[in-house]
């Protein structure tokens, strides 16, 4: 009675129809994996392009910073914007300049309730006997990238105040 124990005919391997079947399924979950790893890289393209973009405003505006107060690329732009001359190749960086006639940081930051006041009502030069004492600058940069370009504009905004005399 202690033979070898025979194993039915119903067990078997896989059919071929079963493997094709298995097949299939990988390949829709294969298809749905590749697009999450294209906009993934996508997505890594555009962050890293963003840095970029920032560290191409800041190396702008620490030029900017570094000129004197009465340098001729700073004159007000009356609301025109100028072309960057020394903006790296794949970007374009473009700026504008206000000027404004402020005595005192009262006219910047309203000291009673700690808020600032609206650059709107900043003094313009003509009504401050003081001249033009503050410039806003405002930078725009943005990305020739074919890929992303009209994508991103990193802007930013600096206050250039005149040294005293």
Not at 31 to 45: V, Y
Request: glycine share 8%; no cysteine; charged share 20%.
């Amino acid at each position: 009675m202690g033979g070898p124990v025979r194993r039915a005919q119903t067990e078997r391997g896989m059919s071929l129809v079963e493997v094709l079947v298995a097949l299939l399924i990988l390949a829709f979950v294969a298809l749905g994996i590749a697009s999450l790893f294209s906009h993934a890289q996508l997505t890594n393209a555009s962050g890293y392009e963003y840095a970029v973009l920032a560290s191409e405003a800041r190396r702008t505006l620490e030029a900017m910073q570094a000129m004197t107060f009465t340098d001729a690329a700073l004159n007000d732009s009356a609301g025109s914007t100028f072309d960057w001359p020394a903006a790296r190749r794949g970007f374009t960086v473009r700026y504008s300049v206000e000027d404004f006639g402020v005595s005192g940081w009262e006219h910047v930051f309203n000291f009673g309730s700690g808020t600032p006041q609206d650059p709107d009502t900043w003094p313009n030069p003509a009504a401050s006997t003081a001249g033009t004492t503050m410039k806003r600058i405002t930078i725009r940069v943005s990305s020739d990238n074919r890929f992303l370009a009209g994508r991103r504009e990193f802007v930013v905004t600096t206050l250039k105040i005149r040294d005293p005399v």
